[in-house]
């Protein structure tokens, strides 16, 4: 899943659902795994495959016309429990960026430790990218990371969003909390020499 992130065009999952929780992402009876492979095949296990297994073909993700790398959801995504499951199951479908107005602060953190990027955009902006989808499934955005910006290529909206300097880099150079320490090794070895007591 470690994946560099610059800029990315792609066409969009529309779920204009209000505070879809993190037991509609990932249902509990998942959450016995402790690895994050398979997590994205029951992402929205209880939407997407009825009772024997079989497609619900009135859900978004089973409808051959929709496709793409980001999600744009409804208005406080993520919320519930913490579960860190959610956000391996958006990434391990092949969500790279998830578009809302507004993000529970866990499962934000969650997705963004998965290198998949939350993007905040306003209430008008997010209803008008649910617009642009709905009359034209092909509607491509673009998340561009280093300048921050995401825009509605149908209309050439264009909204700047906020992201955690350190969080930016570390998607930018497809680093975890890890990597970015082994990386760091030679500066935090000099600071322990220069500050010895």
């Known amino acids: ?16 659902l209000e505070n879809v929780d993190t ?11 402790t690895d994050k492979q398979g997590f994205g095949d029951n992402l929205f296990r209880d939407w997407r495959y009825n009772k024997d297994g079989s497609l619900k073909e009135d859900f978004v993700l089973n409808d051959p016309s929709y496709s793409g790398c980001i999600l ?4 406080n995504f ?6 860190e499951h959610a956000a391996w199951a958006i990434a391990g479908y ?8 507004f993000f529970a602060d866990i499962h934000k953190n969650n997705e963004l430790n998965n290198f998949v990027l939350p993007v905040v955009v306003s209430e008008d902006f ?8 709905s009359s034209d499934h092909q509607t491509q955005v673009k998340v561009d990371l280093p300048n921050q910006t995401v825009t509605n290529l149908s209309t050439g909206r264009s909204e700047h969003f906020e992201i955690n300097g350190y969080k930016k880099h570390c998607l930018m150079n497809g680093l975890d909390d890890i990597d970015f320490l082994i990386n760091s090794k030679e500066k935090i070895e000099a600071w322990e020499q220069q500050n010895k007591s």
């Open 1 to 16: 899943m470690k994946q560099k992130f610059d800029t990315i065009i792609s066409t969009c999952i529309p779920l204009p």
């Open 23 to 33: 037991d509609q992402i990932i249902p509990a009876r998942f959450l016995k795994a």
């Open 78 to 83: 993520g919320s519930g429990s913490s579960r």
């Open 126 to 133: 997010l209803q008008e990218l649910f617009e642009s989808i």
């Open 72 to 75: 744009v959801a409804g208005k």
């Open 94 to 101: 092949g969500f790279r960026v998830v578009i809302s107005s």
